[in-house]
């Protein structure tokens, strides 16, 4: 159950002690005998009645000092008192939510003529195993693309004979942090059109994920524009010795407060945005029994027919572990 609530209220009456009826946004999140902190207060409030989303409560409880509530301010709830002797509280608990993907196949056909099969290459032994090995490489550089960057069709997800069945990527499958400098939480940058990755830019967009879920960011993936950013955070701080003759501009991982990230460099992501990740709630799967494989195909002249085929999809859960950020300058 979310220990945290907002005010959903836009009249008060005056006074900072007045408002002992207090309307919120979800009234089932809090119970009797909860401890609330109303914003970035240390006035604490204790809720001695819930009538749907109305609560009543005891301003400054236990003479801590009152605060002045507002519309949307958020309220923590601290946590529940009960009363010694009384009887166990009704039970409460979330529905959980599947979320959902579709696969999608990923396909490469191979011919090799009988000729070319017989007469050894160039640096290739087995004309028909190098091609297979290309088309591999093809396919697993497109279902990066695709786990990056695909999108599933408005309408029949699940594919038909005339709709083509795609995954949803990552970009699109985050929806709950989608972060642009200047807007929400994330500070403006520092450069060309005030939207520069910076430190403080990376810092609070991981901050936000943190502190609205237990997840914590390990992996960041990123182009090429925004890794020479991250590269620039210790540019400053540089030094070299006479004596060295390697300069060594690179980080690859980033230690904040709130996770220890990897850097990951793809060129699939784009080039004004990066994706911030919990990797142990993703995962790219194929169907059951169907990973990349070579299947011969029936030969109808003078040559050698196959076909790889595989059928994936990523697997991305708790959506509101991960985060987007895109608008940076590029």
Request: hydrophobic share 40%; with cysteine; glycine share 8%.
């Amino acid at each position: 159950m979310p220990n945290t609530d907002q005010v959903n209220q836009t009249v008060f009456t005056p006074g900072p002690l007045a408002a002992t009826s207090i309307t919120v946004a979800n009234g089932g999140h809090f119970r009797i005998g909860d401890l609330v902190r109303p914003g970035t207060s240390t006035e604490v409030m204790l809720v001695t009645n819930v009538a749907g989303n109305v609560l009543t409560v005891v301003r400054a409880y236990g003479g801590s000092t009152p605060f002045a509530l507002a519309n949307n301010m958020v309220l923590h709830i601290l946590g529940n008192a009960a009363l010694e002797g009384a009887d166990a509280p009704a039970v409460r608990f979330t529905n959980r939510a599947r979320k959902r993907n579709f696969t999608q196949i990923l396909t490469a056909s191979v011919e090799v003529s009988g000729s070319m099969q017989s007469v050894p290459g160039y640096g290739v032994r087995d004309e028909l195993d190098y091609q297979k090995q290309e088309r591999l490489r093809e396919l697993l550089r497109d279902l990066e693309n695709c786990v990056i960057n695909g999108i599933a069709p408005a309408a029949t997800p699940e594919g038909s004979a005339t709709v083509r069945r795609t995954m949803h990527g990552l970009m699109h499958t985050i929806s709950t942090n989608r972060f642009t400098p200047n807007t929400g939480p994330i500070p403006p940058g520092g450069g060309a059109g005030n939207n520069e990755l910076n430190e403080a830019v990376l810092n609070a967009a991981l901050r936000a994920v943190w502190e609205q879920s237990n997840a914590r960011i390990d992996t960041i993936v990123v182009g090429g524009a925004q890794k020479r950013r991250i590269n620039a955070f210790v540019s400053s701080s540089r030094s070299y010795a006479p004596d060295d003759d390697r300069v060594r501009d690179l980080v690859s991982v980033y230690e904040s407060d709130f996770g220890v990230c990897s850097i990951i460099l793809s060129r699939w992501v784009p080039p004004d945005a990066m994706l911030l990740l919990d990797s142990s709630r993703i995962e790219v799967l194929p169907l059951q029994g169907r990973s990349f494989q070579f299947k011969p195909l029936a030969s109808t002249g003078d040559a050698v027919r196959g076909q790889i085929v595989g059928e994936y999809t990523v697997e991305c859960r708790n959506e509101n572990a991960h985060a987007r950020l895109t608008g940076l300058a590029v």
